[in-house]
């Protein structure tokens, strides 16, 4: 049998790429049970898989990929080839799968051509039909076809595809992904009616200043379009102008339905008018500049891996809607036909991005890469035609990316070329070339916020390899620009979404953002005992592996959302709410593209220490896209005591295809005028004064060790500590990626992960108790004095923190930034009988100093194992900041409540940051029979420096002395 992996070409025998469509013409799903086998290199099973009566095959599900139906091991790399650069040659050892299905056709099925459609194969697929070979095909994320008719029986028919795992495509497939083989999308047989329409190109245009369309249907044989809306009756190829026409958009995705007929065929249409045009360097869409609030999207389940259901396509868009995302990047790939379908019908901007990536051959300094050698062109080119052909039809999608990370070369020339030839209505995009001569925008990625505010100017610096000065520079600073990548959502994060959000509305040259990524890459695993976890990369057995580096989603990979999705839900509100007291104004700032305030109603409600007050709507007056509109504040009567917080909501007036009426778009708060005193809160003991004894000083409720000042015993609570934290188990983020970002090396570095306390003393002064002490890691010569000094005012326990950092921090640099601490607090330990938490402070969901805006100020309470972010690689997480107080209550236990003066930042987990840290999975964290509570000054901020730029100095915990202080009272 004649072996293609290893030929650098795209195919053989396959028809010519066009678009997709739906019809009435009949099909045959070809999804379901096949025989399947595995072989260890290309030649697969052999002659074998041709032979009718072979038995003892095993059967597969297919769509699905065979590492995950049991057959070899699903690899994850990032950026590093999996096998030797040797282009076009594979390994010898290359798994293949050969796949069978038998198949009768149904009595009805028709006269005329037949047509074997795949939707997807990865990598390689060469099919045979009734012994007859069909020819083969590369291009794992994009669809091919036979023409069949002379092969196919009414009975009988025995279907053999043979997958090789590697192939000369994968050189052209190294995005940041599992690799994972297998027929994964679905396969189907087509009857082609004589004189149907093979192929069609809708042309719909839309003027914004006159409100008129203009529409031609092109097609590869005449036929008959029909759009009774518009009373629409006219020939193929025949152009129509429309007087009066509503356009598409994410906002308002108005279709237009109806029919093309050509022999016998009624195909079906749904057409959006739309224009797309960069103008004075600016992207604009119907008229309006747009602003792309996106996310790159990855296809991903964590049973399935990339064969997804139209359902779980659904649900994901749904998500996005629901939470204000606007647009997606399909990174790095065409996804199935379906999800764009879903984008029209649903409202999404589109990105569509070729299957080209050839990131490896950094590891070759790019000798070799496939974007500049000759050989290749035919397979780029190839994957480019199969990309705009199959969906050229999809008023969603509105820019066309040549692919993503490959570098640069002489073939980007003829993939400009040939896009612009065949579909000039939409703009390109490519990120990685430095003279952006073949990219519509300029584009970058995880740029710093520095960074952003020189290109809003048009300021930025000449890239490299491009002279100053030169047409190429004096191009780019006209393009628009596009972010299409930043904001790293790895494990906890990613933080500063607002500080980005705010910068990329600030200039119409920014053309929108999209954060990397949707969706954690994680696969379900099981221990030995059979409990289910998240698996990835760096829990395979091979190498190289990217490790945890695939768990970077705003949804984890069971599609929970992350806290950084509400998060982004905030920063990216299509209307913003500004409520200022002092003034008496709310303001509403339209941000979105197309659509007024109608479809939203406005309520506000207030609250006094958490508690519901009064509630009411607002009448906002419509205003376009860019307007703003105010109202007066409502009337609110005055609370004696406690703060009071005016709550305005946006919420849809009307149910749409993504969420019912009520389903909340944006939200603003504001404190009002008034008194702030908290409710105080009584103790179950009034014991007044200090009594020191041989071992033990008590103070009021309090037991204190005499020795080593530490707290052991509150009002018959056993307790540990309070000891000085100045640690947390590291983020995502914090481990960052490059010389830069390593604050969690440097930690490590300097010990603050081991730091020793000592005390110096423990006296009585004025009726307080003071402990002194110094806490220090091993082998350095800084540290922190600390000064606990403990209160009893007869109703509750004041302790006041003195934290003054001595030695030389700023002057030890490890890495390129001085050791900062990662958190300033104390920490107690307290009996695990506490079981709930009720705080007034932000929440209900974690925050930190630059991931905060979705936490709203308010009176909450969850469980404490409720708490925790389960994140798929554990690391700190669930801190709140900005809390009035906190209470912890259990079965049988007095409730003890800690009060800030005025705020604090808690934690509370059943397990130490130690603990935290030493876990690999979170199935591995168990009960240490204690709570651990967190009471502290601050936390520094998350950043997203796992891919990106170094946490901002703002967002830092500064060497500097520290005091604060908090109550403690029992119930």
Not at 92 to 99: I, K, M, V
Not at 117 to 142: E, I, M, P, Y
Not at 442 to 448: G, I, P, R, V
Not at 498 to 522: K, P, T
Request: net charge negative; with cysteine; aromatic share 8%.
């Amino acid at each position: 049998m004649i072996e293609y992996a290893a030929d650098p070409g795209p195919g053989s025998g396959r028809r010519r790429p066009r678009a997709d469509f739906t019809s009435d013409a009949p099909r045959l799903s070809l999804n379901g049970r096949w025989e399947f086998r595995l072989a260890e290199t290309a030649a697969g099973t052999g002659d074998q898989l041709l032979a009718a009566d072979d038995p003892g095959w095993d059967t597969i599900r297919v769509p699905a990929h065979w590492v995950l139906e049991g057959h070899d091991r699903p690899l994850y790399t990032n950026t590093a080839f999996p096998f030797p650069i040797d282009p076009p040659r594979l390994p010898a050892q290359n798994p293949t799968g050969d796949y069978r299905r038998r198949f009768d056709l149904p009595s009805a099925w028709p006269a005329g051509r037949t047509v074997l459609r795949f939707q997807g194969v990865d990598s390689c697929a060469t099919v045979w039909l009734n012994g007859r070979l069909l020819g083969h095909s590369k291009g794992s994320r994009l669809p091919f076809e036979f023409d069949v008719t002379d092969a196919v029986r009414p009975t009988g028919n025995l279907l053999a595809v043979r997958v090789n795992r590697w192939s000369s495509g994968s050189y052209l497939e190294d995005q940041d992904m599992w690799w994972l083989p297998g027929i994964f999308r679905d396969v189907e047989l087509l009857a082609r009616p004589d004189g149907a329409s093979d192929d069609h190109f809708v042309h719909a245009d839309y003027d914004a200043a006159a409100g008129t369309g203009e529409l031609r249907v092109d097609a590869d044989v005449p036929g008959l379009v029909e759009l009774p809306e518009l009373g629409i009756r006219v020939a193929t190829g025949e152009t129509v102008r429309l007087e009066q026409v509503q356009p598409w958009s994410a906002e308002r995705p108005r279709l237009y339905r109806g029919t093309l007929t050509a022999g016998g065929e009624r195909i079906d249409l749904a057409i959006g008018f739309r224009r797309v045009e960069i103008t004075d360097g600016v992207l604009i869409i119907n008229g309006r500049p747009v602003k792309l609030r996106g996310v790159n999207r990855h296809e991903h389940d964590p049973d399935r891996g990339r064969a997804l259901d139209r359902e779980t396509m659904i649900d994901d868009i749904v998500l996005m809607k629901r939470h204000n995302v606007n647009a997606v990047r399909t990174a790095h790939y065409p996804p199935h036909p379906e999800f764009l379908r879903l984008c029209d019908e649903y409202g999404l901007w589109v990105v569509e991005e070729c299957d080209i990536e050839t990131h490896g051959f950094i590891y070759a300094g790019w000798q070799g890469n496939p974007l500049d050698e000759p050989e290749w062109r035919d397979a780029l080119l190839d994957r480019i035609d199969r990309m705009i052909e199959r969906d050229k039809n999809r008023p969603s999608v509105i820019i066309w990316s040549l692919g993503n990370e490959s570098w640069t070369g002489r073939n980007l020339a003829a993939i400009e070329d040939r896009i612009r030839r065949r579909d000039p209505s939409r703009p390109l995009h490519y990120e990685r070339e430095p003279s952006y001569r073949h990219s519509d925008f300029f584009s970058k990625m995880y740029l710093d916020l520095d960074e952003l505010r020189l290109i809003a100017d048009r300021a930025e610096p000449t890239p490299d390899g491009v002279e100053a000065g030169s047409d190429d520079d004096h191009r780019r600073r006209g393009l628009p620009f596009l972010l299409c990548e930043y904001a790293h959502a790895m494990g906890n994060g990613p933080g500063g979404l607002s500080d980005y959000q705010e910068l990329l509305e600030s200039s119409d040259r920014f053309a929108g953002a999209f954060v990397w990524e949707w969706i954690d890459h994680g696969l379900t695993g099981r221990t030995e005992s059979g409990e289910a976890y998240v698996r990835h990369g760096g829990d395979t057995d091979y190498r190289p592996n990217g490790g945890s580096y695939c768990l970077d989603g705003l949804l984890f990979a069971d599609r929970t959302p992350s806290p950084g999705l509400d998060e982004l839900k905030k920063a990216i509100e299509p209307v913003t709410i500004m409520i200022d007291p002092e003034a008496g104004t709310i303001t509403v700032r339209n941000r979105q593209h197309t659509a007024g305030l109608e479809q939203l109603r406005f309520r506000w409600h207030t609250e006094v220490d958490g508690l519901p007050a009064e509630s009411g709507s607002l009448d906002v007056p419509d205003c376009r896209p860019g307007q703003r509109a105010s109202v007066p504040l409502p009337r609110v009567a005055p609370a004696e005591t406690g703060e009071t917080w005016l709550t305005v909501t946006a919420e849809l007036a009307h149910d749409q295809l993504w969420a019912p009426a009520g389903h909340e778009i944006a939200w603003a708060q504001a404190q009002l005028p008034g008194p702030s005193t908290g409710s105080g809160h009584g103790l179950s003991t009034t014991t007044p004064e200090l009594v020191e004894g041989q071992t033990t000083i008590t103070l009021g409720p309090a037991t204190f060790d005499r020795g080593t000042g530490s707290l052991i015993d509150l009002a018959g609570l056993p307790v540990t500590g309070p000891t000085l934290d100045l640690w947390r188990a590291p983020t995502e983020n914090d481990r960052g990626q490059g010389d830069r970002n390593r604050l969690a090396a440097t930690w490590q570095a300097v010990g603050l992960d081991r730091v020793l306390h000592r005390t110096d003393a423990v006296h009585v002064l004025d009726g307080e108790l003071v402990i002194t002490g110094r806490s220090a890691p091993a082998t350095q010569p800084f540290g922190v004095i600390t000064r606990f000094a403990w209160r009893w005012d007869g109703s509750e326990l004041r302790l006041t923190v003195d934290a003054d950092p001595v030695g030389p921090w700023q002057e030890t640099p490890y890495g390129k930034h001085a050791v900062t601490p990662p958190r300033i607090g104390i920490r107690l330990g307290l009996p695990g009988g506490f079981r709930d938490a009720t705080w007034f402070g932000r929440g209900p969901d974690e925050s930190y100093a630059d991931s905060r805006a979705a936490a709203r100020v308010g009176r909450f309470t969850r469980p404490i194992d409720a708490l925790q972010t389960p994140y798929p690689v554990p690391q700190e997480n669930g801190n709140h900041v900005d809390t009035r107080w906190l209470q912890l209550s259990g079965d049988g236990l007095p409730a003890l409540r800690v009060t800030g003066a005025p705020l604090f930042d808690f934690t509370a987990r059943r397990w130490t940051s130690e603990a935290l840290a030493a876990a690999d999975h979170p199935h591995q964290l168990e009960d240490s029979g204690r709570v651990w509570l967190n009471l502290d000054h601050g936390q520094q901020g998350l950043g997203s420096a796992s891919c990106g730029p170094p946490l901002p100095d703002r967002y830092r915990l500064p060497i500097r002395p520290v005091r604060y202080s908090v109550m403690i009272t029992l119930d």
